[in-house]
Nanobody
Framework: VQLQASGGGLVQAGGSLRLSCTAS????????AGWFRQAPGKEREFVGY??????TYYSGSVKGRFTISRDNAKTVYLQMNSLKAEDTAVYYC????????????????WGQGTQVTVSS
């Protein structure tokens, strides 16, 4: 499966953005779909994932502010509310045919990343 992430941009602190992850070749509903982010000088970190069932799980730093959803078989969204300066990063969507997980090496397929910048 090939993934394309989009929707990033510049937003003020407290604002919202919605990222999209669109799959080509296969349906994302057949995979666990994850979101990760990487800030400058930092390791890529887990943000959240959606299981095939539609259940979701989030890291503690975004829980309650970010929501993963899916409106069709090929697109998964990351709705980001109450954004903070520390949310600034390149955001990546990923997918795995395996079991769910929070580790980046558990995902075989990656999108190219989309930049999110939150100004304080």
């Amino acid at each position: 499966v090939q993934l394309q992430a989009s929707g990033g941009g510049l937003v003020q602190a407290g604002g919202s953005l919605r990222l999209s992850c669109t799959a080509s070749g296969r349906t994302l509903s057949s995979y666990v779909a994850g979101w990760f982010r990487q800030a400058p000088g930092k390791e890529r970190e887990f943000v959240g994932y959606m299981l095939r069932s539609g259940d979701t799980y989030y890291s503690g730093s975004v829980k309650g502010r970010f929501t993963i959803s899916r409106d069709n078989a090929k697109t998964v969204y990351l709705q980001m509310n109450s954004l903070k300066a520390e949310d600034t990063a390149v955001y990546y969507c990923a997918a795995t045919k395996g079991d769910f997980g929070t580790a980046r090496n558990g995902y075989e397929y990656w999108g190219q990343g989309t930049q999110v910048t939150v100004s304080s």
